[in-house]
């Protein structure tokens, strides 16, 4: 069995693994990416910025999963060592990996149950903003419901390694970092589900957060979106939004029936919605804009369905069409080509306030940035802002879940009537 850890300086769980590697009696290889830049570069030539890796024979198991690469290690015939004990990968049952998988990931499926529910609180955007506020509210009773379209995509999640978040020692990853606040909310009692927000209605003491599946509702908001919105969008884009050019597979995909679409974006949402589409869509050309997917994305899912084509180094540059959608133009300078599909689901990111399904609910700034006073209170009473959704002084991830915890407290005020802000002592 050929085991090769790649690990940071001062990862815990890197520790673990090596812990668990040693009881199991498996030699390995560790390749430290902080003291070695060559295997920092091995892993990002593969598109994987995080650490730990395990690959046991080249699969790579990516973060702290013991159970899950004792289920690897199980269909790779390995038999452990003596020292293993009590440990053996034959002990490894299926409630063991979906207690694991139910940890790491805290998203429900969105519910009949869900969409009849009125929320105190709903958080828009489950990063560290988000989180932290539904760790508040939740903690203070508040019944608290997260709705996060792209969990792995946000500026957080996205980060490869974070050392600055204070109290959590050596390097982790960001989605690391989230996960331990995500889990800690709905240790607290918050609910967190996957969804896109179509539009919001805040005219009303009850606020309705549209969504393809429903509705969902809340005696108060916090948008907590970030700032990954694109500024610009490409030429025939705008003109042709809705009629051939989406943004969500759950709200679109069944209107590509047997069709042919393109998918522009090398994220986990460009990932999973093709994955999606893929079960509508005759055919499915993903195009990302650069040599390779992102990272925490599921290329070995996406990548082995028959009907999805995945073309690199292939930015979208236009969309075309006269009086109806024709077709996109993708491709790297100078050999750019039009390819004749019908329909385009984009999932660009850029470093603009996602937050233009607000359109003219709340104030915003002339860059998307959502108005907020002292309190995190925008311009409608009981609707909140946040993290790198307004204009913060500083962008960093302390500072997000700081918002979270002020917007949580100001909801407690406005939802239960209280004359002033009532601080979280234990
Ligand atoms: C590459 C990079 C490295 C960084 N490194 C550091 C660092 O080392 N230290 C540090 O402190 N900070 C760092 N930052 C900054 C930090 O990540 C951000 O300030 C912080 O994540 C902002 O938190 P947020 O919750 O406002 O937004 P985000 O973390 O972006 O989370 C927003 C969430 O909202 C969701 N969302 C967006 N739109 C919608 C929608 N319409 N419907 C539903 N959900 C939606 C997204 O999927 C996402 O999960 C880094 C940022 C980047 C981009």
Redesign the pocket.
């Known amino acids: 069995m050929n085991v090769v850890l790649y690990s940071s300086t001062g990862c815990e769980y890197c520790k673990k693994i090596k812990a668990d590697l040693t009881a199991w009696g498996l030699p390995y290889e560790e390749r430290n990416v902080t003291e070695n830049e060559a295997f920092f570069n091995d892993l990002h030539g593969q598109g994987i910025y995080s650490v730990p890796v395990t690959f046991l024979d080249h699969h790579p198991i990516i973060g702290y999963r013991p159970n899950a690469m004792k289920k690897k290690l199980q269909e790779l015939g390995w038999t452990p060592g003596k020292q293993d004990g009590a440990k053996t990968a034959e002990t490894v049952t299926q409630e063991a990996l979906a207690e694991e998988d139910a940890a790491e990931n805290v998203f429900a499926t969105l519910t009949e149950e869900v969409l009849a529910e009125t929320y105190d609180l709903v958080v828009?955007?489950?990063?560290?903003?988000?989180?932290s506020a539904a760790v508040y509210a939740a903690r203070g009773r508040l019944k608290t419901l997260v709705?996060?379209?792209?969990?792995?995509?946000?500026?957080?999640?996205?980060?490869?390694?974070?050392?600055?978040?204070p109290g959590v020692l050596g390097e982790v990853t960001?989605l690391e970092l989230?996960t331990l606040m995500r889990r800690q909310a709905k240790q607290f009692g918050a609910t967190f589900v996957r969804?896109?927000?179509v539009s919001v209605d805040v005219d009303s003491d009850i606020k309705v957060v549209k969504l393809p599946e429903g509705e969902a509702r809340g005696r108060s908001l916090f948008v907590?979106?970030?700032?990954?919105?694109r500024a610009a969008k490409v030429k025939g884009e705008e003109r042709f939004e809705g009629r051939g050019v989406s943004y969500c597979a759950t709200c679109d995909a069944a209107f590509f029936a047997d069709k042919t679409v393109a998918v522009v974006g090398d994220n986990a949402?460009a990932a999973e919605d093709a994955i999606q589409l893929a079960r509508f869509a005759s055919q499915v050309h993903v195009y990302l804009p650069g040599k390779s997917w992102g990272r925490d994305v599921p290329v070995d899912q996406v990548e082995g369905l028959s009907n999805v084509k995945v073309l690199p180094t292939h930015p979208l540059r236009e969309v075309i069409g006269e009086d109806k959608f024709a077709g996109i133009v993708v491709g790297p300078n100078g050999k750019e080509q039009r390819v004749d599909v019908d329909g385009v689901f984009v999932y660009l990111a850029g470093?603009r306030p996602?937050t233009d399904?607000l359109g003219d609910t709340v104030k915003r700034d002339e860059e998307g940035y959502v108005v907020v006073d002292e309190y995190l209170r925008t311009s409608v009473e009981g609707v909140f802002a946040?993290?790198?959704?307004r204009r913060?002084p500083?962008?960093?991830?302390?500072?997000?879940?700081a918002?979270?915890a002020i917007a949580a407290m100001s909801a407690d005020k406005h939802v239960n009537k209280r004359n002033r802000i009532v601080a979280q002592y234990s």
Do not use: C
């Open positions: 828009i955007g489950g990063g560290p903003a988000g989180s709705i996060d379209k792209a969990p792995t995509a946000g500026a957080l999640a996205l980060t490869h390694k974070i050392a600055n978040y960001g989230l969804s896109n927000i907590a979106v970030g700032s990954r919105g949402e470093n996602g399904f946040g993290g790198d959704a913060t500083v962008k960093q991830a302390v500072v997000a879940a918002d979270g």
